[in-house]
């Protein structure tokens, strides 16, 4: 049975996005946004890491600057590692689409990022 893994979340980058490329020469684009919840009168933040890889993550790198507003489609992803014999885990999302609020246009379309972009 196939499950449906979509997110959206909307926020302001906290800061500028940070470029690696990958020893394939694929470039993967990090970044976390921080979303305000509002409850029972109480304001929260929450973050959010992010991930983008391939082309796309080469074309929004100019414009992930820290305070930008963004929507952030895609899915959750759980990286999982070892470390000193400690065992770590983090829920990432794998952004298939960036938006960036106040912009006269959004970022090219994510579409162009295929599931064999993302190293695992």
């Known amino acids: ?9 909307d926020g302001n980058l906290v800061r500028d996005g940070e470029v690696k490329f990958l020893p394939s020469g ?7 946004i921080a979303h305000n919840t509002k409850y029972n009168e109480k304001e929260e933040v929450h973050y959010f890491d992010c991930a983008v890889f391939g082309k ?4 929004l790198t100019p414009e992930m600057s820290k305070g930008r507003g963004v929507l952030v489609v895609g899915k959750l992803q759980q990286r999982r ?4 014999g400690k065992k770590y885990s983090a829920i990432q999302i794998f952004a298939t689409q960036v938006m960036f609020a106040g912009a006269s246009k959004a970022a090219p379309a994510a579409n162009a990022v295929a599931d064999d972009d993302i190293p695992f």
């Open 26 to 32: 694929s470039c993967v684009l990090n970044f976390t």
């Open 1 to 9: 049975m196939s499950f449906t893994n979509i997110i959206a979340v």
């Open 81 to 84: 590692w070892e470390k000193d």
């Open 56 to 59: 796309y993550a080469e074309i």
